[in-house]
C-alpha cells in the first residue's frame, strides 16, 4: 500500500484533469441528496492491483464507501464482483473514470508482469522493472509490478548509480566512469554498469562494479560473461526480452532480468462499474 | 503543438519524479561544462509524436539546443535519424529518459492510431478516443490521437455531456436523463446518450438527442439503428472494436466510432539517444 | 453547489491572501480556547448566494459549526438572520472577512442577475453570463448567476466555440472561419458565429453555423435577422444590454440574451456578521 | 508596479482558469506561425489601471509586443487608443479575455477611487480602502486603489492591528482589547481601535490607541469625537461613505476615510481589443 | 500555537523532502497493521518548543495518538520524558526524523532565547528577533522566541518599515528616507529607521522617526543617543549582542535589543524517541 | 552546483516568505528605473558555500548582474571581498536577506564541516552527514557540507535502507530486521544496520550486513568491533561526535563517522552586504 501523502497529489490532479469545474452530465441529471450502490466487476482474466488507489479516488471525493471482496494481487475471470460501492450517486459517477484509469492500467501492469514472472518459476532469476514508465505514473506502476511478482530496480535518478551507454561514453569508457562513480556516490550507493561486449565486462570487474549489466548480448557471449563474473558481481541481464525469450536467458544463470515493457507497453485489464441503482 | 503553459506543469513534475534531489550518476562523472551531442534514433517503424513535448523537456533543462529531421506525423523506420541534440552533456543525460518516455508513448498511440484510422480510408466514419487515457496525460494522449489520424471526443467531464448507462440508471431511462440534461446544461453542449437497444434508439430519438452512441451492439442491429436514426442524429458506436472489426462497423453508415484502446491499450514505439560524443 | 475538489484550493488561496503568518490581532486578544456564537445578518434586500462557500471556510479552518436559516436563492430584508455560527473565536474572527468577501460579491451577482431574469419573465428568452468574470472567481460568479435565474454561456475557452470580431478578422471572413472551427474542433461541439450585419448573417446561415450571435445591432436589424434566421440556428444577442432594454430586445424574439455586467458589474450585497458573545 | 514574484501565479492561474486545456476555437482557424496587431481602446471615460498586469498576460503566453501611448493614472476617453500589440495571433486571441478581465477591473476601481478623492481635494482627509476586496485579487485592487489617488488601509491580518466591533465583544470591551493588543502585537505595530460611541472615544484614548476608527457615526457626533480627540490620536471614519457625503465628513476634521465600495462595488470600466490584422 | 492553514504546507514539503517515493526501510520490516508506542524523551537540558508542530507530522501521517506531559516552554532535563505516541508503526517510524528535526531546532531556539531573556529579567529593555531566520522556517522560528521569552520583530518585508543602511544610501540620508516612507508607507505602519551616529539620530529626531535603531554603536554612544531622544521615540539597539554584552546594553536605557543570533546560530535541542514497542 | 528544477521553488518559496505582498519599505523610497552597485563582504574567517543560491535569489527577481571574486570552497577573511552586484536598487534591496539567510547558513555549515573534516585529514576515515537537517533545507544543506569536505550519506527516507534502533525493535532483533531488509529492498540497496553490542555486531555479520554502524559505542568497544569485522562490512561509527573526539574514533580503523552537528548545529558565517551606491 502507498504512502496516501504522495499519491493523494497525483490523485487529485487526476481528478481535476477530468473534472476541472464541474461533472456538467452528473450534476444535471441527478440531484446532491441522491444515494446509490454500483459494483466493479472483472471483464477479463487478470491480476487486480491498485484496489487502495481505486478507493482512494471516492475517498478524496468525500461520501462514498466500498466493500472490497478481493484484494491486490488477487486472479479475477470476466465477470468477477471486485468491490461494491455505496454512497452518493454524483462522487460514484464523477469518480468513475478517474478510477477505473488508475485501476485498470495497474491491474494491466500486474497482470503482464505476471506472465512473466510465472516464466522464471523453476529458474533462479528474478524479474526486474525499469524506469521507463509512463511520466507522473511510476509510483504506480512500480508498486504494480510488485504486485504482479517482480521486483522493483532503482525508483529514480537521485537514488541509484547506473551507468548506461551513454554515461560511458561521457566518461571516456568503463572503467573511467566507474572509478569516477565510486569517488563521488554516496558509499551507501552500488555502483552498476551496463556492458555490451565481454572486454567491457572484463573492464567492469577489474574496477569492482557492484553490479553489471549485460545489455542486448545473445545467449551465448551471456553465458561467456556469467562464466567470467562467477561471484564477483551480481549480473542484471536487459534488452528487448519477451515472454518467449526469458526463460532461456535465466537459465544462463544471470541474478536479475529487467523488462521495460512491464510498464511502457502493457494493455489494460477491463474492468468496469456496473448496475448502477438508487438506494 | 500544445500549449506551455499547461503542459509545462506536467513536464516539471515528471522530470521531479525522476529527479527528486539531483541525477547522482551523470553528477559523479561528469562535470558541469562539459557539452556533447546525441542523436534520436527510432528502433522501430511507426508514427512520430510528441517531437516538442520532447524539446520541452530539454528547455526547462537549459542549455540544449535541438535539430530536427522530422515533425509530428511522419512515418520513421529503424534507424531513421528524427533529431541531434547538442548542449550541455548533464542535461541531455539527466532529461533523457523523461524525455523518451514521454516521446515514446505518445509515438506509440499515434502509431496504433494510425492503424486503426487507415482501416477507414474508404469509408465516411470517423474514429474517436475516449476519456479512458492515462490519469495525468490525457493533454498528450489526445494530441497523438490527432497526430495519428483519429479525432477527439470531449476532453472532460466539464466539456461534453454524455448520458451512459450509470447515468440512465440514476436518472430512471433514457427520456428522463436527455430531458434533465437538456433542461440544465448550457445551450452551447450537444446532449449524447449512450443506448444498447432499439427501443432506448427510439426514446433518444423522441427527446431529440444530439448525438445518439450505440453500445456494443452487433452489426445487424447497428443497421437497423442507424435506418431508424437518419439525419436525425449524430451516430457514435462503441464498444470492443478492434482492427479486425472496425471497418464492417464503419460500412454501417455510422458517423463516429470511439475506441478506448488507441489511448489506454497501446505500447509503445522503440526509440533511443544514441551516439553521444563530447565536444 | 460546487465540487470542493476545485473551490477549496480557492478558499485556502484566499484565506492565506488574508493571513499570510497569523491574525494578530485575534491571537492578541482571544485565547486558543474561547468558543463564541455570531450571526449573520443582511443590511439590505437581495438574493443570497453562496452559503456553502461561506460555510467552507470555517470548515477549512476548523472547529465552526453554522446552522442556516436560509438557502441559496431566497430573497433577504435588511435584518434578516441568515445564519448562526458556534465554535472557535479565533476562527470565527479569523475567516469573517474572507467569508463575507466570497458571500457578499456572490449575492451580489445573484442579485443583479435577478433583476435582468425577471423582465424575461413574460417572454421566451433567457439570460446569459459571459466570460466577463473576475480573473480566479469564474467559478463562484457563473454559480451566482444560475442562483440568480441565468443560465451559463460556455465555461471557458476550452469547452466551447465561439468565433468573435477578432477571430474572423483572423480567419478572414464568416464562412472561412465556421469551416474551418467545423472541420477542426470536436464533433461534440456546437459551433457559434459573432455577427454585426445582415450579410454576415446570410454568410452564417450558407454555412450552418450552430448557434448566431448579434452583436451590438438595433432592434429593427435584430428583427430582421431573425426573420432570416427562422429556426435554423440558435440566435443570441449581445452588447451593452440594460435593465430597460433588456425586455424589448427579448420581445424580437431572440433565444438568449446575454449580459457581461452581471458578472463584471455588479456591486456587493451588503451582509454582516454581529452580536459575537463568548460560551 | 507590482512584483511579478506575486503577481505571475495569480496571473497563470487565472489564464488556465479560461483555458484549461487548449483554446479550441483560435486552434481551429488559425496557425500556430500567424503574426498580427491588435489595438486596445477605451469605450468609455475613466481612469486606466493595470497596464502592467495587461502586458504580463501575454508575457506569461509569449511571443507578442505591446506598444502603450497611456501610462497607469492616465485618464482615457472612448476610442482613446491605450496600446498596440503585435505578435502571435493565437496569443492575442488566447489572452485577450484574461488581460481585458484584469484591466477592466482595475481601471474600474481606480476610476470609482479618483471620484472619491476628488471630494477630498480641498479637505485635509485622506481616502482610504479596506479589506473587502475580491478574493486572491487584493494585491491588484489596491493597487488600483492607489493609482486612483486612494491610500492603502493595512493589507491582511498579519500586518495591521484593527480590533474591531467583534474583537471587543470577544476582549470585553474596548480598553481590555487595546491594553490586550498592546502586550501582544509587536512593538512595529500601531494599535487601533474602531469604536460606536463617545464613551468608547473615551475608553480609547484612556488606553492610547493609536488610531481611532469612528464607525457609523453621524456628523455631529463625529464632530465631538474629533474634539475629544484632538492630537491625540490619529482618526479615522467608515461606514457607508457615499459620494454625496464624504466632503462633509472629511470637514470634520477627520484623518482618514475609509470607502469599502472601492473594491467591491466599483464597475468595470469597458475596454476593448479592436482591429486585428495579419501581418 | 500556529495556524494549521500556514504551516502544514511547511510540514508536507518537509515530509516529502524526507520521503519522496516510500520509506524502503520501513515498509520492508514492518507489516501496514502493526501498532506501537515509542517515548520522546530529551537527551538535555533545556526549553521545549514547537510540541504542536511535532504532533501535527504524525496527525498528517494518519493514525497516530500523542499523549503529552510537557507543554510548550517548559523546561526539560536529561531523560525527562515529553511525550508517548501510540499507533501506526509504520507512521511512528516515518515521521520520527522529521518531527524531531522541526522539534529539536524549534527548542533550541527557545532555548537560546531564554538565557538571553534572563539576563534582561532585571532591566527595563525587551528581548527582539530578526528576519535572519532560515529559508522556510521563519514561521516556526519566531514562535520558539516568543517560547523562549522574546518578542517578535516585524514578520516581513511587507508588514513593517525599517530603512536600514543600504536604503538611506539609495535615498540620500536618513531625513529623505524617512520623509519618503512617511509619505509612501500606509498610515497603520510605524516608521523605524536605523542609524550609525548620533549626527544620524539627531537627523531621525527631526523628522520624527518612531522607532529609531542604534547599530553597532558603542556604549557610551548609546548613552548619549538614549539622552538625545529621551521619549520622543522608541530605542532599539541591535549589532553582535552576546551574553556577556546584553545587560551593559540594557541598562543605557534601550527599550529593545534584537539578537539575530536567537534563529541564525542557535544550537539545536537534542531529543530523542525511544523504546518502540509492539503493541 | 545544484539543479535550478529543485531549488527554484524553494528560493521562490523563501521570497515570498519574506515578501508576501510587496516591500513597503523599499517601494517607498526608491523608483522603479534606480540602478545600483552593492559589495557583498564577509564579516569573519570561514569556507563560502551557495553561492549560485545567493546569485539565483537575484536572478529569480530579475535585472541585476553578479560578479564572483570567490567560488564555493574558498576560505574568506574579515572584509574579504566576495562579490559586487549590479542592478535594479528595489530588487538589490527586496533580495539581500533572503540570499544572504541561505548563503550565511550554507557556509556556515561548509566552515564547520572543514574544522571536522581538517581532524581526519592524516588518517582514513571520511566524514558524513546526516538527515538531521533542517526541514525543506536538506539539498542546500548536504551541498554545502560537501563543500566543506564531508561526505553525504542517504539524502532520505527512499533512497537508502537503514536500520535503527527502533526499527530493530520493531522487526524483533537485528537478524530478522537484516533478513526482511534484504527481501524487500531493491537489489540495488546497500543495508546498513545500527548496532549498540558487539553481540549485535555479531548477529549483523552472520546476516551479512552490508554497512554496520556502531552507535554510541566507547572507543575500546569500537576497536573490538572494527577487529570483529575485519572487511565483511563497511563501518561507520556515529553518536555524539565531537572536534575533540574524532580524531581518535578515526585511528580505530572505521571508514565513516557521522556527525549530525554538521547541519543541525551549524552558527551561520557572518556575511554583509555594503557600500550600496546608485548608478
Known amino acids: 500500500m502507498m504512502n ?10 487526476a481528478l481535476k484533469e477530468d473534472v476541472p469545474s464541474e461533472d456538467i452530465t452528473t450534476n444535471a441529471i441527478v440531484s446532491i441528496n441522491s444515494k446509490s450502490t454500483v459494483d466493479l466487476f472483472a471483464k477479463e482474466e487478470g491480476i487486480i492491483a491498485g484496489l487502495h488507489v481505486f478507493e482512494r479516488v471516492f ?8 466493500e472490497f471482496f478481493k484484494v491486490d494481487g488477487d486472479l479475477v475471470q470476466p465477470n468477477t464482483l471486485i468491490a461494491r460501492l455505496t454512497g452518493s450517486t454524483r462522487h460514484l459517477l464523477i469518480g468513475e473514470r478517474t478510477a477505473l484509469n488508475f485501476l485498470q492500467r495497474m491491474s494491466g501492469i500486474a497482470t503482464l508482469t505476471k506472465s512473466f514472472a510465472d516464466k522464471l518459476k523453476n529458474t533462479d532469476a528474478m524479474l526486474l522493472d525499469t524506469r521507463k514508465t509512463t511520466p507522473n505514473m511510476r509510483i504506480f506502476e512500480k508498486y504494480s509490478v510488485k504486485i504482479g511478482g517482480g521486483h522493483n530496480h532503482r525508483f529514480n535518478l537521485s537514488d541509484g548509480v547506473l551507468l548506461k551507454d551513454n554515461h560511458i561514453s561521457a566518461a571516456g569508457g568503463v572503467k573511467n566512469a566507474v572509478l569516477a562513480a565510486k569517488a563521488q556516490a554516496s558509499f551507501v550507493r552500488k555502483i552498476e554498469v551496463e556492458v555490451e561486449t565481454l572486454d567491457m565486462v572484463k573492464e567492469a570487474l577489474e574496477v ?15 553465458r ?3 562464466t567470467m563474473i562467477g561471484k564477483k558481481a551480481i549480473i542484471e541481464v536487459s534488452g528487448n526480452v519477451s515472454l518467449d525469450t526469458i526463460e532461456a536467458l535465466a537459465k544462463t544463470g544471470v541474478d536479475y ?9 502493457a494493455k489494460i485489464l477491463d474492468l468496469s462499474l456496473k448496475n448502477l441503482k438508487n438506494i
Open 59 to 66: 475517498t478524496i471525493l468525500g461520501d462514498v464507501k466500498l
Open 4 to 13: 496516501y501523502l504522495i499519491i493523494d497529489k497525483l490523485i487529485i490532479d
Open 257 to 265: 532480468i529487467s523488462v521495460g515493457a512491464l510498464t511502457h507497453s
Open 208 to 222: 569492482e562494479a557492484d553490479i553489471i549489466m549485460l545489455d542486448n548480448m545473445d545467449l551465448e557471449t551471456i
Open 224 to 226: 561467456q560473461a556469467v
